[in-house]
């Protein structure tokens, strides 16, 4: 098994990318601790994890939160000893409704608080523990829009979630740099569109699903699995001499 004794923290545990990594790393052995703003969510997902025989723990939490960051962290070392694995998961995307009234400003505020600050701040407590523990693997989630410019408008509420993935993808530069002598690798998923509920505003209108697949070659969206995959091989030992690089799992989008 591909992380067996390994322990790993995922953010943004309680639906899709983040649930569907959770149930792939412990199908190959490792104990999860589910992460989600939602605790209800990420008990369900701990929960799906032990009804497949896996080893799970749930915490709800803000990432945005220097003390829930910190929590995140700690409940990893008091439920199982060590933290060898992060995927910072948790996200947000321009269109976030923050009701009535809320200033694009809010939105830009929001939206690169939770994308940029919250992984810096949970990858911030973890280090230390994996430093501990011998090393480990961050693994961030970017996007296509880390890798390629798209004309959004500023008046239009999307224009900071391509900002903030940039920042994550050189955040996972520099980290990398940083980490590497203490044998702490970090790497980046880059995805392309994802059936997700973050995408649901998308998907759900039958036009711009059409128009969102013919934008990419091979097809099809992205499901969860496709990029829990992506996360499995960067967290395992198969991918120890790669740290500091995006991995794009795109179906051809960015390649155009």
């Known amino acids: 098994m591909r992380m067996e004794g390994k322990v790993a923290l995922i953010t943004g545990a309680g639906s899709g990318i983040g649930r569907a990594t959770a149930l792939r790393f412990a199908a190959e052995g490792a104990s999860i601790v589910a992460s989600d703003i939602s605790e209800a969510s990420a008990v369900e997902t701990a929960a799906a994890v032990r009804g497949t025989g896996g080893e799970a723990t749930a915490i709800g939490g803000d990432v945005v ?3 829930d960051a910190k929590s995140m962290v700690q409940a990893a ?9 992060l995927l910072n998961s948790a996200g947000v995307s321009g269109r976030i409704d923050l009701g009535e009234g809320a200033t694009h400003e809010a939105v830009w505020d929001k939206v690169m608080d939770v994308n940029m600050k919250g992984t810096y701040l949970v ?24 890798m390629v410019g798209y004309p959004m408008g500023m008046t239009n509420g999307f224009s900071p979630y391509n900002p903030s ?24 998923i880059c995805p392309g569109y994802v059936e997700t509920n973050m995408t649901r505003i998308l998907t759900d209108v039958p036009e711009s699903y059409e128009f969102l697949k013919q934008r990419h070659p091979i097809g099809r969206l992205g499901q969860p699995e496709d990029i829990a995959n992506a996360a499995l091989y960067l967290a395992s030992d198969e991918s120890a001499f790669v740290t500091g690089t995006p991995l794009v799992v795109d179906g051809g989008y960015t390649a155009q």
């Open 65 to 67: 939160s220097y003390a």
């Open 77 to 85: 070392i008091d439920a199982y000893g060590k933290l060898d694995t």
């Open 123 to 146: 990858s911030w407590h973890a280090v230390p523990e994996m430093e501990a523990a011998g090393g480990g693997s961050i693994i961030n989630i970017g996007s296509i829009m880390s």
């Open 165 to 188: 993935k940039g920042a994550v993808l050189q955040f996972t530069r520099n980290l990398a740099l940083d980490l590497a002598p203490k044998g702490i690798r970090v790497n980046c």
